[in-house]
């Protein structure tokens, strides 16, 4: 659900699911394949994806750490959005992507989605969270919905 009457629509954003980033992740093939679940649901959904991928010293553009996942494949023209600070909308295009496409509801994926979205804090966190008008919800991928 959102309050933005301008924003009907909802994405899945898949966050830094990078070779560098994942690489060590507990239960890694088992996260990996989730998230491809959720890709796949939400193309043969219609649903539009916008994928983040972080740089920095450890991650240098076009290295193989900085690589997504090759389970994950990015389409055209689905909306890349590049980032140097933890915060996905720090210093990038992030909002005008989402604002451009209508976008005010968002199914978050990937990597240390924590740390890559200010104020996420933790899973738990997001599990209790309300606010008026907003709502927040941590879920097993076979249960995430796109429909609002």
């Known amino acids: 659900m959102t309050k933005l009457s301008d924003r009907p629509n909802t994405a899945l954003m898949v966050i830094d699911v990078q070779n560098g980033v994942v690489a060590d992740v507990h239960q890694h093939d088992e996260v990996v394949a989730n998230i491809a679940r959720l890709v796949e649901k939400a193309r043969d959904e219609g ?3 916008v994928w983040v991928q972080h740089s ?3 991650l240098k553009k076009g ?15 689905e909306p890349l959005v590049h980032k140097s600070f933890a915060d996905s909308f720090e210093d990038t295009d992030l909002e005008e992507v989402l604002a451009g496409a209508g976008i005010g509801r968002l199914v978050v994926a990937g990597a240390q989605t924590d ?3 200010r104020a996420t804090h933790t899973n738990l966190y997001w599990k209790y969270h309300t606010a008026p008008g907003r709502t927040a919800a941590v879920e097993d991928t076979k249960d995430v919905t796109f429909a609002g």
């Not at 290295?63 to 023209?77: G, I, N, T």
């Open 63 to 77: 290295s193989e750490a900085w690589a997504f996942v090759p389970e994950l494949k990015r389409r055209e023209p």
């Open 56 to 58: 920095d010293e450890q």
């Open 115 to 117: 740390e890559c979205i």
């Open 47 to 49: 649903v539009p994806i």
